[in-house]
């Protein structure tokens, strides 16, 4: 099984494939973490998306092959991006997972490489520190406030209940 978790920043994509993964016992392939680990000089994330999408989906082809579930963590906005996942996933199980943010809650464009976890100015939260993103309570499938009053979005296609 596929487990695609896609949306744009901040609206709970990584928290969410978080929750599920350690419910679950599955590995999450998530595209910061692809680009980070695989460019971790780059400044901006948009030029190396793609880099990090082809590493990522090879590792999700290979854990597929060998008979593994996995759950991806990826804006997937482009078309090309989504046919490439729905090649890697024609002969398997796959759940797409929308997540959404309403257009007063999305973050600011990604913050440059040095604001990252230990950086100065870093604070660690999910949206930017404007308190966007979804919150998860109870089971998987709903859309939650997040706790600081911002609104996050979930369009669960086909995804059971895990509590």
């Given at each position: 099984?596929?487990?695609?978790?896609?949306?744009?920043?901040?609206?709970?994509?990584?928290?969410?494939?978080?929750?599920?993964?350690?419910?679950r016992?599955?590995?999450?392939?998530?595209?910061?973490?692809?680009?980070?680990?695989?460019?971790?000089?780059?400044?901006?994330p948009?030029?190396?998306?793609?880099?990090?999408?082809?590493?990522?989906?090879?590792?999700?082809?290979?854990?597929?092959?060998?008979?593994?579930?996995?759950?991806?963590d990826?804006?997937?906005?482009?078309?090309?991006?989504?046919?490439?996942?729905?090649?890697?996933?024609?002969?398997?199980?796959?759940?797409?997972?929308?997540?959404?943010?309403?257009?007063?809650?999305?973050?600011?464009?990604?913050?440059?490489?040095?604001?990252?976890?230990?950086?100065?100015?870093?604070?660690g939260?999910?949206?930017?520190?404007?308190?966007?993103?979804?919150?998860?309570?109870?089971?998987?499938?709903?859309?939650?406030?997040?706790?600081?009053?911002?609104?996050?979005?979930?369009?669960?296609?086909?995804?059971?209940?895990?509590?």
């Open positions: 099984m596929l487990i695609v978790f896609a949306g744009p920043p901040c609206a709970g994509k990584s928290t969410l494939a978080a929750e599920l993964a350690r419910r016992n599955l590995p999450v392939l998530s595209m910061d973490a692809t680009r980070r680990r695989i460019l971790p000089a780059a400044a901006t948009a030029p190396t998306a793609k880099v990090a999408y082809r590493a990522m989906h090879l590792a999700a082809e290979l854990l597929l092959a060998a008979g593994a579930s996995a759950i991806l990826a804006p997937y906005g482009h078309q090309e991006d989504r046919e490439e996942l729905a090649r890697i996933a024609a002969d398997a199980d796959l759940r797409l997972i929308e997540c959404r943010v309403s257009p007063e809650n999305r973050c600011p464009p990604f913050p440059p490489a040095r604001a990252r976890p230990g950086a100065p100015g870093f604070d939260g999910v949206g930017g520190g404007d308190g966007a993103g979804v919150h998860v309570r109870g089971g998987l499938g709903r859309a939650c406030p997040a706790p600081t009053g911002g609104h996050g979005g979930l369009v669960a296609a086909g995804m059971p209940r895990t509590d």
